[in-house]
């Protein structure tokens, strides 16, 4: 595997479900990301893991959850979902993280359907 | 106002023209700028990287940068149909919170 990988590609889930996306990357960054996309609306940023510390919460509800046991793995776990909550969720990595020129590299990104 | 504005298309054109795409943006303090590029199914993938005013050029890509007008510009010559794709620009500050921006993207079409 090379480059940023994420699974499941589509999740459908109820909302008294609870499920974990998991992201991988494969290119030695130390810096990870969640990302939000729905349609017609821009990238939402939702978390920023830098050497497995979070260094960013962009006021996400707490029925999402982070964690990121080493820099090459992050975790999105997700219990209590509201229907406005299907998107695309997009991982990124980025070799520095919290620097403006850290290019970011994304991953393909996993449908989350909720019913 | 969004802090960043992009036109979401859909924009068609047939192969072979020249195609513009831009963002306006309002905070003054973005220095650097970029736009990314996502087919369909696909995560979005750094296209051009550009500092601060001025042009880029990569092969058929040309970024553009006017900071006293707050607009971004990305020129695509001889477009292709494997050239359709949602085009993100995106842009971060030099200081303060130096997190990416989104625009909401501009899906293009190239009809061969």
């Not at chain 1, 499941?8 to 990301?33: D, F, I, W």
């Not at chain 1, 969640?34 to 017609?40: I, N, P």
Request: proline share 6%; glycine share 6%.
């Amino acid at each position: 595997e090379t480059g940023v990988t994420q699974t499941p590609r589509h999740l459908v889930m109820g909302m008294t479900n609870k499920k974990s996306l998991k992201c991988e990357q494969h290119l030695g960054h130390n810096a990870m990301y969640w990302y939000k996309q729905s349609a017609k609306k821009p990238l939402e940023l939702m978390f920023v893991y830098n050497f497995k510390e979070q260094t960013e919460n962009n006021s996400v509800p707490s029925r999402f959850s982070p964690e990121c046991p080493n820099s090459s793995h992050l975790f999105l776990h997700l219990h209590t979902l509201q229907p406005e909550d299907s998107a695309l969720y997009l991982c990124a990595s980025s070799p520095r993280g919290g620097t403006s020129t850290d290019t970011q590299y994304f991953g393909p990104g996993t449908r989350l359907t909720v019913l | 106002q969004k802090e960043v504005e992009q036109d979401p298309g859909p924009l068609s054109v047939p192969e072979g023209a020249i195609v513009s795409l831009n963002c306006t943006y309002s905070n003054s303090a973005f220095q650097y700028f970029m736009w990314y590029r996502q087919y369909s199914r696909k995560g979005p993938e750094l296209l051009m990287y550009t500092y601060s005013s001025g042009n880029k050029e990569d092969g058929r890509f040309t970024a553009q940068v006017d900071k006293s007008s707050k607009y971004i510009s990305l020129f695509i010559r001889d477009s292709q149909p494997s050239d359709s794709a949602t085009y993100l620009c995106a842009m971060s500050a030099n200081t303060g919170r130096r997190a990416l921006t989104f625009g909401s993207g501009t899906r293009l079409q190239v009809q061969p």
